[in-house]
């Protein structure tokens, strides 16, 4: 049986400095995080999810697919674990399923090694995964493992 529900969370620091604003969803096996507030580079959204979830999310299928893209702004280009050594997920997981826009991952300048997803309703180009300078800051999307 599928449970799918929306989590909405605020955490305050002791400084009362209010940090990210959290929307989930919920499949049989994991927890997606959206995390929309601050932005990261992919490195610091890697070590925020390994922190407090489990990982940056791995997407296996189009439904975890359309799941994630579900939580996403519109107009959202989101880091997901995806990274190029062989195009592999940041958990280590095994997965072949790639949603990549036609024309991507193309490296473009040398310095795209990190998988971002794009979601914006309407466009052509968009609502798909491209590769993106790791250093750039956006949104991001964590899991965290169903125990």
Same mark, same amino acid.
């Given at each position: 049986e599928r449970i799918s529900t929306v989590v909405t969370k605020i955490l305050i620091h002791c400084d009362f400095k209010i940090l990210p604003l959290f929307a989930g969803e919920t499949?049989? %096996?994991s927890t997606f995080i959206f995390v929309n507030e601050p932005i990261k580079t992919f490195s610091e959204a890697q070590s925020y999810c390994r922190e407090y979830h489990t990982d940056?999310?791995?997407?296996?299928?189009?439904?975890?697919n359309q799941e994630i893209q579900?939580?996403?702004s519109k107009g959202s280009k989101v880091w997901i674990g995806l990274f190029r050594d062989s195009w592999k997920w940041s958990d280590g997981s095994d997965s072949s399923? %790639?949603?990549w826009k036609p024309t991507q991952p193309?490296?473009?300048?040398?310095?795209q090694s990190c998988g971002a997803a794009v979601y914006?309703?309407?466009q052509s180009w968009t609502d798909r995964w491209f590769d993106w300078n790791c250093n750039d800051r956006h949104p991001f999307v964590c899991y965290s493992a169903s125990k």
């Amino acid at each position: 049986e599928r449970i799918s529900t929306v989590v909405t969370k605020i955490l305050i620091h002791c400084d009362f400095k209010i940090l990210p604003l959290f929307a989930g969803e919920t499949t049989n %096996r994991s927890t997606f995080i959206f995390v929309n507030e601050p932005i990261k580079t992919f490195s610091e959204a890697q070590s925020y999810c390994r922190e407090y979830h489990t990982d940056l999310a791995s997407v296996r299928n189009q439904t975890e697919n359309q799941e994630i893209q579900k939580m996403v702004s519109k107009g959202s280009k989101v880091w997901i674990g995806l990274f190029r050594d062989s195009w592999k997920w940041s958990d280590g997981s095994d997965s072949s399923f %790639r949603y990549w826009k036609p024309t991507q991952p193309n490296n473009n300048g040398g310095v795209q090694s990190c998988g971002a997803a794009v979601y914006k309703e309407g466009q052509s180009w968009t609502d798909r995964w491209f590769d993106w300078n790791c250093n750039d800051r956006h949104p991001f999307v964590c899991y965290s493992a169903s125990k």
